[in-house]
């Protein structure tokens, strides 16, 4: 029975194993070979490559020199973008704004992934982005080589594909933290929320951030959800399916034991009151 009871256990944890891992690997593909959100976990302590940059302000100077003096908070534009570049930036404002530390903490660089981009074009995207006098200076726009900012586009995972007939690019909305040439913190989506700002400037400034997601929100059996409008975690179902296999198996035990330890010792308590007698 007891034997029986085991075989039955380890075939439902095995099953249970086999399908999160199809499970897991279902949502890892990508369809019709479109791509996926940048996975942080292949670009952290990744070092960035020194390309050299030109800014708006009509300065060209290398990159580690805007990360040298203190950390800096990178993103992708395309200036004809018609999409999500102008809204994201604007999100990115208002986020800095309500978590603080632009130019003591942070500083922002915005890079044109399109080699065709003009440094003209970027200061009326600088101008559109809304930035007042005292936010202006802590903002460097700029372009780069081709190949250069291909380079640092590979290390921090950021991609993009022109769409067909038009100068429009599919690209993710993604923002990455570089504390001393290396890239500790990824955020990926359309909009800049401020608790998801605030664990990056946290980190940025040595704290050290127990949690936080991760860009892809669609992993099955997470233990904990977070709340990106409170910042705060509550549990999930994955911690139930990391508690029911002991679960289990402690109640099997406990099972067992009553069942089969109990009228054993009760037979021996009344051989030896027959004995005494």
Not at 236 to 262: E, I, N, R
């Amino acid at each position: 029975m007891a034997a029986r009871l085991r075989c039955r256990q380890s075939a439902v944890v095995l099953t249970t194993l086999v399908l999160l891992v199809s499970v897991q690997r279902s949502l890892a593909q990508t369809e019709n070979g479109a791509r996926l959100l940048p996975r942080e976990e292949e670009a952290l302590y990744r070092a960035v490559p020194d390309i050299t940059v030109r800014t708006i302000d009509g300065t060209t100077l290398p990159f580690s020199s805007l990360w040298r003096e203190r950390p800096i908070l990178l993103t992708f534009v395309s200036a004809h973008c018609s999409g999500v570049c102008h809204p994201y930036l604007r999100s990115l404002r208002d986020a800095i704004r309500r978590v603080g530390g632009l130019g003591s903490a942070y500083e922002v660089v915005v890079l044109s992934f399109v080699p065709k981009d003009t440094l003209a074009e970027l200061r009326l995207m600088a101008e559109a982005t809304g930035l007042s006098p005292t936010e202006r200076p802590h903002w460097h726009f700029g372009i780069g080589a081709s190949e250069a900012i291909r380079q640092l586009e590979q290390t921090v995972r950021f991609w993009h594909r022109r769409v067909k007939g038009t100068n429009q690019y599919d690209h993710p909305a993604m923002l990455a933290a570089i504390k001393d040439g290396k890239v500790v913190r990824l955020l990926v989506g359309a909009t800049v929320l401020p608790p998801r700002l605030r664990e990056v400037v946290r980190e940025l400034e040595g704290e050290t951030v127990l949690a936080y997601p991760l860009p892809d929100a669609k992993i099955p059996f997470r233990c904990f959800r977070y709340d990106p409008k409170t910042g705060a975690w509550r549990p999930d179902w994955g911690v139930l399916a990391l508690l029911m296999p002991p679960s289990l198996t402690a109640m099997s035990v406990l099972y067992l034991f009553w069942c089969k330890g109990c009228p054993r010792d009760t037979q021996s308590v009344r051989r030896s009151d027959r004995f005494r007698r």
